[in-house]
């Protein structure tokens, strides 16, 4: 028995990627291969369709359009039959498919869709027609779907429709997790948690048959928990489960123990040996440096008194906190002195 692989990417390749395709098509005319993204549940595959959307101004009826095939028997996709004159019949087309202009048709969930379903899709996928139906070049096809092995009810994929597309496994990763958590105001227990335990980000184990488990899914839903005022250990584990639940109540029991990182941006140098504590302490800083102004510099002189690897960790993150460290000369230094690992991974801003 021959095992094909998978190509894989991290979230954040597969957005870059994606995006790049999105802009080929709609800056060209020219139309561009259908992608399939694989991936466990709550890994973040429709977020960053969606994402790519707002980010290229396209999230709008007319431009993105999210078609579950799910909700759709055969006929609803070819359109219904109509006479036309005494000899012919004509398909109608679907309203929900695009006339004109550019954007995304997003298949989300395409292998949920029964047999007959995906069948009836082959032709719009492959050759951008059904029947009389053409659809304009500028618009691009993704779909996603969750894997065989997730137990996710998915219908196996007919080598005829799979041929149809490229295909990528998309793959958890802290950093580009971080990227989206600072922008999007996820809660800085979460974050400083998951910088200490990156393992936590994604831990789906199928054959446990569990019904809440980490994913970057439900780490939004303990950050929505913790905003509306939900604490308890039963509360977390409502979302990730109750393991990740402890640990998480125990991240932060210790880091209500801790000095105010107050007094470290007023001058005070609190360096703790442990890794655990550093990690609470880097995270807690910036979430009260980023609700100030003027703390930039002094931040950057507590980043140099630490062991590399917080220094950077610091300095990266406080970034993705939209401080504004690089106006500095301290920025300026730091960043010649640890330039191998600085240029290639520092986020934009």
Known sequence: MVVCLLASKTIGDAKETL?????????????SPPVFLWGGPGIGKSAIIRQIVEELGMDTEENFIDLRLTQLDP????????LDSDEYVRWSTPHFLPKD???????????????AVQNAAYQLILDRKLGEYRMPPKWVIISAGNRPEDRAGVNPMKSPLSNRFIHWEVETDIEDWKD??????????????LNFKPEMLYMFQPEQNQHAFPTPRTWERVS?????????????????????????NSYVNMRDQLPDPQQILEGEDIIPERPDVMHVIITSLIETARHQTGHEKRLMEYA??????????????????????QKTQ???????????????QTPQT
């Open 75 to 82: 006929v609803d996709l070819r359109g219904l039959p109509r």
């Open 330 to 344: 301290e920025f300026k230094e730091f960043v010649q002195k640890h330039k191998g690992i600085i240029l290639e």
């Open 19 to 31: 995006r790049r395709i999105v802009r080929y098509s709609l800056e060209n005319g020219e139309t």
């Open 304 to 325: 140099e008194q630490l062991p590399t690897e917080f220094s950077v960790l610091l300095v990266k993150d406080a970034l993705r906190a939209d401080i504004q460290l």
């Open 180 to 193: 989206w958590a600072y922008k999007n105001n996820i809660d800085e227990r979460v974050i400083g948690f």
């Open 224 to 248: 929505e928990l913790l905003e509306i005022g939900f604490t308890d250990t039963e509360d977390i584990a409502s979302a990730v489960g109750l393991e990740a639940a402890r640990e998480f």
């Open 101 to 115: 202009g550019r954007g995304i048709l997003f298949l989300d969930e395409l292998n949920l869709a029964p047999g």
